[in-house]
């Protein structure tokens, strides 16, 4: 079996056996389907990270040549907490179970005034999803209950699977976890409605999530800001970028020291966009 991947040293100097033994559990996960040429490991991309400060992966599908690209593979695999991206989850199972009917109808604030004011209103699932209202999707997930949540958990094979002791917190406090290997999958199978949701119940969790749309590029995800295991500031970014009919779903997750916690909404963005750059997007060609 023989492995091509592209980076400066990577390509040259690790075609041996040793190296392929020790991928191959890691491949047999995300690319099970895939030919061992279609995997591109890029450490190139590694001083975008470095440039922040940040501590990361990322990882993407191109669909129409069945290529990934993957940075930082021992990272890639490892779980952490999905904070706010498992309002992808939470918004499909609410809307499949029927105790949300669809995403206009409206949950109810709970009186309760926050830091974030754009959490302090009624607002639909849709809205409550655009702006990532932490308490509105509490709400959303007691409907539920734990019973139905365990059962999409299982069903879906999300990450550990874990509930915890709380139904309205486990995606925030380090019960649940999720590797960005696990999240690219996801992601991917909701782009081409193959999760076990009807259809346009994950049509509407697309639309949820379509961040910039016009006639050069569609640019969707969700993001995510929690803590690591060990306490340090966790962000993520699960989507996909469309170009020219082209569809090419990623992941991205990254840690910062805590001195830098409340520039996460920046890195973040730039981050994402100059991996993306260096990758070929906006531009047209891909």
């Known amino acids: 079996m023989n492995f091509f991947f592209s980076g400066n040293s990577i390509n040259r100097k690790f075609s041996n056996s040793l190296f392929v033994i020790a991928l191959f559990p890691f491949l047999s996960t995300i690319f099970s389907a895939c030919r061992s040429n279609n995997v591109k490991v890029d450490n190139e991309l590694k001083q975008h990270f470095n440039k922040y400060g940040a501590v990361g992966c990322f990882g993407m599908f191109d669909n129409?040549?069945?290529?990934?690209?993957?940075?930082?593979?021992?990272?890639?695999?490892?779980?952490?907490?999905?904070?706010?991206?498992?309002?992808?989850?939470?918004?499909?199972?609410?809307?499949?179970?029927?105790?949300?009917?669809?995403?206009?109808?409206?949950?109810?604030?709970?009186?309760?005034?926050?830091?974030?004011?754009?959490?302090?209103?009624?607002?639909?699932?849709?809205?409550?999803?655009?702006?990532?209202?932490?308490?509105a999707f509490q709400q959303i997930a007691k409907l539920i209950g734990r019973d139905t949540m365990q059962f999409w958990l299982d069903s879906l094979k999300y990450g550990n699977m874990k509930i915890g002791p709380a139904v309205d917190s486990f995606w925030l406090d380090q019960s649940l976890q999720i590797?960005?290997?696990?999240?690219?999958?996801?992601?991917?199978?909701?782009?081409?409605?193959?999760?076990?949701?009807?259809?346009?119940?994950?049509?509407?969790?697309?639309?949820?999530?379509?961040?910039?749309?016009?006639?050069?590029?569609?640019?969707?995800?969700?993001?995510?800001?929690?803590?690591?295991?060990?306490?340090?500031?966790?962000?993520?970014?699960?989507?996909?970028?469309?170009?020219?009919?082209?569809?090419?779903?990623?992941?991205?997750?990254?840690?910062?020291?805590?001195?830098?916690?409340?520039?996460i909404p920046e890195i973040r963005k730039q981050l994402l966009k100059d991996i993306l750059i260096d990758l070929g997007f906006y531009k047209g060609r891909m």
Not at 201 to 217: D, L, P, R
């Open 64 to 135: 129409s040549r069945g290529k990934y690209t993957v940075y930082n593979i021992e990272r890639f695999r490892e779980r952490y907490s999905p904070a706010s991206t498992f309002k992808i989850a939470n918004a499909l199972i609410a809307m499949q179970s029927g105790k949300v009917r669809d995403d206009s109808v409206i949950i109810q604030w709970d009186g309760v005034q926050r830091a974030n004011e754009a959490w302090n209103r009624d607002m639909s699932l849709y809205q409550a999803f655009r702006v990532s209202a932490v308490p």
């Open 179 to 263: 590797s960005a290997d696990e999240q690219l999958g996801l992601v991917k199978k909701l782009y081409f409605k193959q999760l076990p949701f009807r259809a346009s119940v994950q049509e509407s969790v697309k639309k949820m999530m379509i961040q910039e749309n016009n006639s050069a590029y569609q640019l969707a995800f969700k993001t995510g800001w929690g803590t690591t295991p060990s306490g340090k500031p966790l962000a993520w970014v699960v989507g996909w970028m469309e170009e020219n009919r082209h569809t090419y779903p990623f992941v991205l997750n990254f840690e910062v020291d805590a001195s830098k916690e409340s520039e």
